[in-house]
């Protein structure tokens, strides 16, 4: 049985290439292909992919396109159909695309950078077993999230981040915690050094998504050095 796949993503070249090279394997049909979230949408809809009984079906979807976001639609597609192949294309290799990827019902992640063979044999799994998950370095992500979570930051610099996720200045944070500004640049400076970032919307991303501190009202916020 012919497996039909609709590609989605923003990159033209590239997905001229998938595309491609997929139409190259005799049990592969590209029909259809979109470059943004919202074309990808309408694609869905236009190839009524919820509605075919028997029609085996893959989207591939990249992750980060000008509209939004890919991981997101196939969260959209899986709620709406548990027979679709879904397979995220992408050129990130992080635990988070990943895991999201694998949360949002994804039958398989696979990397840009990966072989011929190896996309070919996703979209394929993807069509037998929509909604098994594959992905490479999988058990580990699983074994990294379950974790217990250090926290790399002393309290100090923990109460710093704090106030700097809510948008205080640095001068602000010096006045709350009784700091000179030149204490608290000194802080923040070791907190950009220990989460591996060089700016205040970097530091509040990252220990956000470490659980150090709950959401922000301003990241990208003045007064912390950059």
Do not use: C, W
């Amino acid at each position: 049985m012919t497996t039909r796949v609709l590609l989605i993503d923003d990159h033209t070249l590239v997905r001229q290439a998938v595309a491609h090279m997929l139409d190259s394997h005799p049990a592969i049909s590209v029909v259809g292909q979109a470059g943004s979230v919202a074309e990808g949408r309408a694609l869905l809809t236009q190839h009524k992919v919820f509605e075919h009984g028997g029609v085996r079906t893959v989207v591939v979807v990249d992750v980060s396109m000008p509209d939004g976001s890919g991981l997101a639609l196939a969260r959209e597609a899986r709620r709406a159909s548990h027979s679709l192949g879904i397979v995220v294309l992408t050129m990130h290799s992080d635990d988070a695309t990943l895991l999201e990827a694998l949360d949002a019902g994804a039958s398989a992640l696979v990397r840009k950078s990966s072989g011929a063979e190896e996309i070919v044999s996703a979209v394929l799994r993807a069509a037998e077993t929509p909604l098994s998950f594959s992905a490479t370095g999988l058990a580990d992500a699983l074994r990294r999230r379950s974790e217990p979570k250090q926290t790399p930051l002393t309290a100090r610099e923990t109460e710093v981040l704090e106030l700097l996720a809510e948008g205080s200045s640095v001068a602000q944070v010096g006045k709350k915690l009784y700091m000179s500004e030149s204490t608290v640049k000194t802080h923040i400076a070791k907190i950009y050094d220990k989460l591996g970032v060089h700016n205040r919307a970097g530091a509040v991303m990252t220990a956000v998504r470490l659980g150090l501190v709950g959401g922000s009202s301003d990241p990208a916020g003045t007064g912390a050095p950059r």
